[in-house]
Nanobody, 124 residues
Framework: VRLVESGGGPVQTEGSLRLSCAVSGLTPGTYCLAWFRQAPGKEREWVATVEKNGRPTYAGDVQGRFHVSQDDAGMTHYLRLNGPKPDDTAMYYC???????????????????WGQGTQVTVSS
């Protein structure tokens, strides 16, 4: 199993950025997919979870600003950051889990597979 994030970089607060997470070794529709982020000196923070049927759940502080999607094959997942804030600056990770029920799983220990992360830096 391999997860590879890409698409990070610098972005301004009035801009938009789309992160990608390419998944291999897992069958689409059989795993939970989540996005986390970690800023320097802070704990890893949950951003969003995508259920096996594609339904997303977002953390409160990104609800309405971030949007998850996936390609038709279900092998690449996306996280779009719209109008990011400087506080959104962090390393962003995607993670996958083979939980029987995702139930918007939001704790890092619930995810078995992780990508290497992609850095997002927001400036005003």
């Amino acid at each position: 199993v391999r997860l590879v994030e890409s698409g990070g970089g610098p972005v301004q607060t009035e801009g938009s950025l789309r992160l990608s997470c390419a998944v291999s070794g897992l069958t689409p529709g059989t795993y939970c997919l989540a996005w986390f982020r970690q800023a320097p000196g802070k704990e890893r923070e949950w951003v969003a979870t995508v259920e096996k049927n594609g339904r997303p759940t977002y953390a409160g502080d990104v609800q309405g600003r971030f949007h998850v999607s996936q390609d038709d094959a279900g092998m690449t997942h996306y996280l779009r950051l719209n109008g990011p804030k400087p506080d959104d600056t962090a390393m962003y990770y995607c993670a996958a889990s083979d939980l029987s029920f995702c139930d918007a799983a939001s704790r890092p220990f619930e995810y078995k597979y992780w990508g290497q992360g992609t850095q997002v830096t927001v400036s005003s």
